[in-house]
């Protein structure tokens, strides 16, 4: 899609007309305001001139304390509070990650699809982006192998969101993952694991993440605020080697400084208390739920011939329809339907799969949510032949 017809789109969906499956927003239901309320209050009252001032470049220190804590509890990620730099949302992370790691021309490797918001921060560095395809068990590890093998120089880094992945919603497996550190190893590059959904998992059993499982410090590891907290409080932070959170946090410093401040100490005290365990425990059961009514409305549906995957977690389904349908050419008649999803050539590095798209369930209310799947199907059933 081009930019003026996005730009166009957001406007009417914002205006109520259609129905939005589009977008990567939490639910505001999932928004914790009186706690928020509560918080902010106490701040206010005890430490309020710290929490309003300026601060360190790396973040407020008992913040990335409390970060260390959780992630070792959580995740088994081993981080002291060196190892940590706070970041405005993690997007802020990939864009920097990029400026201090990227030049221009150097091989990228992400799968195909992958993370739009990360084809975008990447690609103002002028690299040259190697695409793997994916499979229900996350990237194809066994093509990674072969291209790497056959690559003349090898990659600077490889970027993945193992967990839950935007735009698929597949998960790694743990085999595939022992396997990438044995190649990030053996071939010299390092890895950019972005883990916002890492919180998210509502069925099966959780995976660590390659950082628990990093041992020579190749993995960089990306987290956020956005899924458990609130996305308008711009908060992520990046795990890595001290060595790189200099290196980040110089290029950080001629960005903005530091990140808001008065957001890290709300951030913080919510992680400091047992609040934090009960709000994730809401968040997943909301969510579940819609999963659920989603996948059973595209099971109600969809037409003969669509296929999708079914996500352990996270926000998204990926949905390819027979390989004739353009998803970007029939989208103004999904818009007719008064409905919007993503056409996932969006997401595609290189060569594009144009029969697909991403479908975000979060959202809606469970009420609209199988409205918005049978507005889709009624728009697939108008160019099958």
């Keep these: 899609m081009k930019a003026s017809a996005i730009r166009e789109l957001l406007k009417v969906i914002k205006s109520g007309e259609i129905m939005s499956m589009a977008g990567g927003m939490p639910n505001p239901k999932s928004f914790p305001i009186d706690m928020i309320k509560n918080i902010t209050h106490h701040i206010l009252d005890e430490r309020g001139t710290e929490a309003l001032q300026y601060g360190t470049t790396s973040g407020y220190l008992r913040l990335r304390e409390a970060l260390s804590e959780r992630l070792k509890g959580k995740f088994n990620i081993d981080a002291s509070p060196e190892n940590i730099i706070i970041t405005a949302g993690s997007q802020q992370g990939l864009f920097l990650i990029g400026r201090v790691f990227i030049d221009r021309r150097d091989p990228i490797i992400l799968g195909a699809p992958t993370y739009l918001a990360a084809l975008t921060a990447f690609k103002q560095f002028n690299p040259t982006f190697v695409d793997i395809p994916l499979d229900e068990q996350g990237m194809d590890i066994q093509k990674l192998e072969l291209t790497l093998e056959d690559m003349g120089e090898p990659p600077k880094l490889l970027y ?12 790694l497996s743990l085999e595939r993952r022992t396997r990438l550190l ?74 903005d400084l530091c990140t808001n401040v008065f957001s890290q100490h709300i951030a913080c005290e919510y992680i400091e208390s047992s609040r934090m365990d009960e709000q994730v425990e809401k968040i997943r059961g909301l969510y579940k739920k819609k999963r659920d009514i989603a996948l059973e409305a595209l099971e109600t549906y969809m037409p003969e011939g669509v296929k999708w995957t079914t996500p352990q977690g996270g926000m998204f389904l990926w949905v390819t329809v027979p390989a004739y349908i353009d998803t970007n050419a029939i989208f103004e008649d999904a818009r007719k339907h008064k409905v919007a999803y993503v056409p996932g050539e969006s997401f595609y590095p290189n060569k594009p799969e144009k029969n697909t798209m991403r479908i975000n369930y979060t959202y ?19 160019h099958l032949r």
């Design 182 to 255: 044995e190649l990030a190893s053996k071939y010299d590059f390092l890895i950019v694991e972005d883990g916002p959904y890492n919180e998210l998992r509502y069925k099966g059993e959780d995976i660590d993440p390659l950082k628990s499982m990093d041992t020579n410090g190749r993995v960089l590891f990306l987290g956020t605020f956005s899924k458990v907290l609130a996305p308008g409080f711009r908060l992520g932070w990046i795990v890595a080697n001290k060595e790189f959170i200099r290196k980040i946090e110089i290029a950080k410093q001629s960005v």
């Design 160 to 171: 993945t969101v193992p967990t839950f992945q935007n735009p698929t919603g597949v998960t």
């Design 364 to 382: 809606l209310s469970d009420e609209e949510i199988p409205k918005g799947i049978k507005r889709i199907a009624e728009t697939i059933e108008e």
